[in-house]
């Protein structure tokens, strides 16, 4: 096959030019992504040689090599991973899978400063990509493991690619950069540089399961005959980390650091976490884990291909990404490394689900990452408040399916609300603050805030001055028909026949009730009659106080918004 050149999808295209032009200050990261990349396809072929026993792949060494060459000024990623096949190279690489990229790049186009534009970009995180912050091409040479014939794949990152087989090339990967001129200003290093490529992998590659290797200082001239005499031990190549599992450490071993950069390699998100969970169990049933609470939701959290779940050891091995069974649904946002210790290493999915230990598991760090929640919310505000206003759509999913933790997120929950424009309430703020004689929690959900201000069903609250929680996410609707009370108080629709405040007035107000009752029955009736099939009644109301009439629901009757979903949903 000759050698075939590729236009890039536009928004790689987009994203390259915005690597070439680098505004991401913090250009060693680079060395960080091809490192990740390399420690996933490492962790890949020993699986596939795992399941399949037929595979011809060599899997006795894996590990990662860096090599550099000060003259030449390249830079050179290799490991002996799984490889891409030629079709892979030009799906994986030439184009962007993230279906947030888009509107990533949008937002990127509006960014009014370096900054923002900085943030916006640590939150996307670019992986393979960030090469060209510090090269002016990047050539890639792989094999897939078990095939033939490999696959070389050069760009300079403008426009197109260029793809082409290569006969003899060795199994796995090797990202070769050809680096760009050094520049103090833009804080552009020399990543020929040994310390500097030693301090890069120690700062943010230190806990990768597989050796980063070296080969050792070139020696200077003189010194050649008498390295040779020393023989093997010269040159042999050095270990840059440590491969130390974070989760089995003690926590004052180890930094903040660390446990966000552990956070970015499985997460692939280039900002800090909002929280690192760490837990220990012993005894029978040995485990670790290391949740992390992302800082912001990504784009696709509520899309279909969304892949949940933790990162999953036994004994130190890691035996697969995205998890399901460790963690519910409700809580897909959360990161992290669960190892355990008396799994097999054969383990499938199928198992997982039913096994009793992961049941256990899942139960523990459920109540964990509920508990820590809670924490953050009596502690840390404003972690808290960010957090809700990221996941918290997500995280109310559980009222529906965890019968368990119901009360557990009710508690930890917080809700847009009349009291104040800006501030979500609890609900126990909600029950702190109910007026006198007001028995029940009041909410109203809707499409939007100003689409239930606007209702007519809150002006007789707003007249008492009670308080209504303005529900406007969609989950909203369906957890409010099976979540009863909180704290012994009931939680009532204001747009449902049963919130009447009339069980709330006071004596005179039931007596001069009464008596227009009575003063307006025959038009009652009348409307009644007239109205026939459209309604089931027309009733005085007591919850007006500027409309002339609304409409409202019985009150086990679905609500007109959750009505709407239903038919969305084709039902
Ligand atoms: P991400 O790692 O978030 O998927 P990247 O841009 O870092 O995104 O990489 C894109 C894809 O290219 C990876 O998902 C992987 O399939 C493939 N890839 C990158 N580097 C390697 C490698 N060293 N070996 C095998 N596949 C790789
Ligand atoms: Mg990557």
Redesign the pocket.
């Known amino acids: 096959m000759p050698t075939e050149t590729f236009e890039f999808q536009v928004e790689a295209r987009q994203l390259l030019q915005m690597m070439i032009h680098s505004i991401y200050s913090n250009k060693d990261v680079f060395l960080r992504?091809?490192i990740?990349?390399?420690s996933?396809?490492l962790d890949?072929l020993r699986l596939e040689a795992l399941r399949d026993e037929s595979l011809d792949a060599d899997v006795s060494d894996l590990h990662i090599a860096i090599e550099t060459d000060g003259e030449a000024r390249t830079l050179t990623?290799r490991?002996n991973?799984?490889?891409?096949s030629h079709d892979?190279v030009v799906q994986?690489?030439g184009t962007?899978?993230n279906s947030g990229t888009a509107k990533f790049l949008q937002e990127l186009k509006q960014a009014k400063d370096a900054a923002t534009a900085e943030g916006l970009i640590g939150q996307f995180?670019?992986?393979?990509?960030a090469a060209f912050m510090v090269a002016d091409e990047v050539t890639?040479v792989?094999r897939r493991a078990g095939q033939s014939e490999g696959t070389r794949w050069s760009s300079t990152g403008e426009g197109t690619y260029t793809v082409e087989p290569v006969e003899d090339a060795p199994q796995?990967?090797a990202?070769t950069l050809r680096l760009k001129p050094v520049d103090q200003e833009d804080q552009l290093f020399d990543y020929t540089s040994r310390w500097k490529i030693k301090e890069i992998v120690k700062r943010y590659s230190d806990f990768i399961t597989w050796p980063v290797r070296m080969a050792p200082e070139a020696p200077a001239d003189g010194e050649r005959a008498e390295d040779a005499e020393d023989g093997k031990a010269a040159a042999e190549p050095e270990t840059l980390n440590s491969m130390k599992a974070l989760w089995a450490r003690s926590r004052d071993e180890v930094s903040d650091e660390e446990y966000h950069e552990l956070y970015k390699h499985i997460s692939?998100d280039w900002s800090d976490p909002l929280e690192t969970l760490r837990m220990q169990a012993e005894g029978t049933f040995e485990y670790q884990a290391l949740l992390f609470l992302p800082s912001r939701a990504p784009q696709d959290l509520f899309a279909r291909e969304h892949r949940r779940g933790v990162q999953l050891y036994v004994k130190r091995v890691f035996i697969m990404d995205h998890c399901e069974a460790l963690l519910p649904e409700y809580l897909r946002f959360v990161k992290g490394v669960v190892d355990a210790q008396d799994l097999s290493l054969n383990v499938s999915r199928e198992i997982l689900q039913q096994d009793r230990q992961i049941q256990l598991m899942h139960r523990r760090l459920v109540k964990k990452v509920l508990s820590t929640i809670k924490e953050m919310m009596a502690q840390r505000p404003e972690n808290y408040a960010t957090f809700w206003r990221e996941f918290g759509r997500v995280v109310k999913e559980g009222l529906l399916s965890d019968h368990e933790n119901r009360d557990a997120i009710l508690r930890i929950a917080s809700f847009p609300t009349t009291h104040d424009q800006e501030k979500p309430a609890t609900l126990q703020q909600y029950v702190e603050r109910m007026k006198e004689g007001q028995e029940h929690i009041y909410f109203m959900t809707g499409e939007s805030r100003t689409a239930i201000e606007n209702s007519p069903h809150m002006e007789a609250f707003r007249d008492k001055g009670y308080e209504v929680l303005l529900l406007t996410d969609p989950v909203d609707e369906v957890w409010v028909e099976t979540v009863p009370e909180f704290d012994g108080k009931e939680l009532r629709s204001i747009a449902k026949g049963e919130a009447d405040l009339a069980k709330e007035e006071s004596e005179e107000d039931k007596a001069e009730r009464a008596k227009r009752q009575e003063d307006f029955a025959g038009l009652l009736s009348w409307m009644t009659e007239r109205l026939g099939d459209e309604v089931k009644e027309v009733r005085l109301s007591s919850r007006l106080t500027v409309s002339p009439a609304c409409v409202v629901s019985d009150t086990d009757d679905v609500t007109p918004a959750l009505r709407n979903m239903y038919r969305a949903m084709g039902q």
């Open positions: 992504e091809l990740s990349n390399a996933d396809a890949k990623v490991d991973g799984i490889g891409m892979e994986l690489i962007i899978a995180g670019v992986g393979f990509y890639l792989t796995g990967t990202v692939h």
